[in-house]
């Protein structure tokens, strides 16, 4: 039986790869042997995470060498999430430490190997697709926006204007020069580098949203706990959002289920309706779903 991890790379790599995304997604467990695996694709870098060393680490990456008969890769990283504040490691090739890709005719900023995430959330790219056909004319409201990717796609879809909030400083400003990758008017945004929680009064001084958009950190210490502090931010939306508003929900924790999401909803949201479960990204194929990245889309009645 062909290595899971060979046939993953010499299938993606068949084909001309111009947009970013992710080769091997050995996080969701369908292959046991390579569970402490993930491979992404930041062309022209193939950036592999590993959990645990990988013993083949050799062989895999001549498979990458010898699979690339179109000479897409010109630099293979290696992170080792399991040594704190470890530096990516170069592999092949020269350094890419700064990436723009393109997703989608849209312009992204990648910082690779100086910290665990690179800027951009590749299972969030169907997220993306959605909210640049689904933000005409709407006023957003992006909440721990992170590098703003979200509040990029939905002016691309034509928003009227999109206010970012994040706790920090450095990832707004990271996601304002991707707002200036794609020639955003600068007078349709607003960065709050601001603890949301604190942040509330000038938050609402905005006006009233039609599409919020929560996609927290699980956990980030002393700032914010999904399962402690999601409550907390749902309970602000009937005060934020216009009638007939859009709230997107994300939640991407392996010990909060769907469940848990439509209970906060219930408790402390119950004009919002469930509409639909948004699909993540299908190289991100979960073999337990429920653990993986949840999406939810919900609608305030207009009435």
């Known amino acids: 039986m062909e290595d899971a991890l060979y046939s993953a790379i010499k299938k993606f790599f068949s084909k001309i790869r111009q947009e970013p995304k992710r080769v091997f997604h050995g ?3 369908l292959f046991p042997e390579y569970s402490h695996v993930c491979m992404d694709w930041y062309p022209p870098v193939v950036f592999v995470s590993a959990y645990d060393p990988i013993e083949n680490r050799v062989e895999v990456l001549s498979w990458l060498r010898g699979v690339d008969k179109l000479s897409q890769i010109k630099t293979v990283m290696l992170q080792k999430r399991y040594e704190r ?11 890419k430490a ?11 900023e990648v910082l690779l190997g100086k910290q665990q995430n690179t800027g951009l959330f590749l299972d969030m790219q169907p997220l993306r697709v959605w909210l640049r056909e689904n933000s005409k004319d709407k006023k957003v409201l992006n909440l721990f926006s992170y590098t703003c990717s979200l509040s990029v796609a939905a002016l691309a879809g034509g928003a009227r204007s999109v206010v970012n909030v994040d ?25 709050l580098p601001f603890n949301v929680f604190t942040s509330w009064g000038r938050i609402r001084q905005e006006g009233r949203y039609d599409l919020v958009i929560i996609d927290p950190p699980t956990y980030q210490r002393n700032s914010f706990s999904a399962e402690r502090d999601y409550g907390a931010v749902l309970k602000k939306m009937r005060s934020l959002c216009s009638d007939g508003a859009t709230i997107i929900a994300a939640l991407n924790s392996p010990f909060l ?8 909803f219930e408790r402390y949201v119950p004009k919002a309706k469930f509409v639909e479960s948004m699909a993540a990204a299908p190289e991100f194929l979960d073999r337990f779903p429920g653990r993986a990245l949840k999406i939810f889309r919900f609608e305030f009645s207009s009435e």
């Open 27 to 29: 996080r969701g467990q």
């Open 85 to 95: 504040n470890s530096a990516a490691e170069i592999l092949y090739g020269e350094s």
């Open 98 to 108: 700064r990436v723009i890709v393109e997703e989608n005719g849209l312009k992204f």
């Open 167 to 191: 706790l920090s400083k450095t990832s707004m400003r990271w996601g304002e020069r991707n707002h200036d990758l794609n020639g955003q008017d600068k007078d349709t945004i607003t960065s």
């Open 257 to 264: 289920d769907e469940q848990f999401l439509l209970d906060k």
